[in-house]
């Protein structure tokens, strides 16, 4: 059964991805990765940013605009999609996935904890703090792969974001956090390969030097993707595209 990990690196810029995530860039050039630059959408905010990557659709054609916009994506999701194919999903993730995909507002005491085959993310442990620590945010997304074996799963972490929110991109906090990604990925990975998985790292914007990403600056807006393991699809050249690209990792039915 095909089986994806998308990896949701909030607020990764390309520039600081390649400078810093040394565990990516060499599977990279052993040939067991491979690479592209994107452009996010505008306006490159979190919320709008997450519907496009699940849906495809920029902000400006699925509706969603701004970060306080909570309610359910318009359109249909990855993960709606996947639970249409009778495919097991789970999300390691930030409280606003579950809102856009599952339940909208989101309630802690019902969906901090989620375990319901019939909503698009069947099985969740989703986050409310913008601290959350990205160690811990791994080991959620371990839980969930041994108790559920999802052939799809979201791993999406905030350490990168808030730190470019709390010191800018050119500082040593947001590079130090970057670098936490990777050696986190460096220890994951080659579990979820050798469990054969596919491997998805991407981000949904930017950030600039002045601890923001609301601009259309380089920084803000180009955002980094690598396509890990064996699948044969092929790298998008927008952001746009990455749901469907998730989708023929999962041998989804595109029509």
Same mark, same amino acid.
């Given at each position: 059964m095909p089986s994806c990990i998308f990896v949701l690196l909030d607020g990764l810029n390309a520039v600081t991805a390649r400078r810093c995530m040394g565990f990516l860039l060499a599977l990279e050039a052993a040939g067991q990765a491979r690479y592209a630059q994107l452009t996010c959408e +505008?306006?490159?905010l979190s $919320?709008? +940013?997450y519907a496009t990557l699940f849906c495809g659709l920029p902000p400006a054609a699925h509706g969603i605009l701004h970060n306080?916009?909570? $309610? +359910?994506?318009?359109a249909p999701t990855l993960f709606s999609r996947a639970r249409d194919h009778g495919l097991v999903t789970a999300a390691a993730a930030y409280h606003w996935v579950s809102e856009l995909c599952n339940n909208a507002p989101f309630d802690p005491a019902r969906d901090r904890l989620t375990h319901a085959p019939s909503l698009p993310i069947a099985h969740g442990l989703f986050y409310t703090s913008d601290l959350y620590p990205d160690e811990e945010l791994f080991r959620d997304a371990a839980c969930l792969l041994q108790h559920h074996r999802p052939q799809l799963l979201l791993v999406h972490s905030m350490g990168i974001?808030?730190?470019g929110h709390q010191h800018g991109a050119d500082s040593p906090a947001y590079r130090n956090a970057v670098r936490l990604a990777d050696s986190l990925l460096?220890?994951?990975i080659p579990d979820w390969l050798a469990a054969g998985y596919t491997v998805l790292v991407t981000a949904d914007h930017g950030m600039d030097n002045d601890g923001a990403h609301n601009d259309a600056t380089d920084t803000v807006r180009h955002v980094p993707l690598w396509l890990i393991g064996e699948?044969?699809?092929v790298l998008p050249a927008a952001q746009t595209e990455i749901a469907n690209v998730a989708a023929r990792i999962l041998q989804l039915d595109e029509t």
């Open positions: +505008l306006p490159p $919320r709008p +940013l306080d916009d909570a $309610r +359910l994506c318009p974001d808030t730190a460096a220890h994951a699948s044969q699809a």
